[in-house]
Nanobody, 124 residues
């Protein structure tokens, strides 16, 4: 049974930082691409960042140069370091596993496994 457990969300002031973690179990983590998505109230879920099994990364334009995705295959964990946070970053953030990452197309299609989500609120 695949489980993805997110942590690290919370309330932060504009300009602040948070690091999200997603611990995976039940899959051969090192073999799969991973992604972070977010969904704000009244909006569709959108891709924030993705990382291939080999460490190639993709970012949404809205978070480039502010967010960094990384992975630790020894810990079966993917991270999302979020800096210079803005109120528009407020959303529930979801971890996704086993998606299709294409370096050629610079794209990530979500896989079948999702975490439960962690709330990030950016507000003064």
């Amino acid at each position: 049974q695949v489980q993805l457990v997110e942590s690290g969300g919370g309330l932060v002031q504009p300009g602040g930082s948070l690091r999200l973690s997603c611990a995976a179990s039940g899959i051969i983590f090192r073999a799969y691409a991973m992604g972070w998505y977010r969904q704000a109230p009244g909006k569709q879920r959108e891709l924030v960042a993705a990382i291939s099994s080999g460490g190639n990364t993709k970012y949404a334009d809205s978070v480039k140069d502010r967010f960094t995705i990384s992975r630790d295959n020894a810990k079966d964990t993917v991270y999302l370091q979020m800096n210079s946070l803005k109120p528009e970053d407020t959303a529930v953030y979801y971890c996704n596993a086993a998606g299709k990452y294409s370096s050629f197309r610079y794209s990530y299609e979500p896989g079948p496994y999702w975490g439960q989500g962690t709330q990030v609120t950016v507000s003064s």
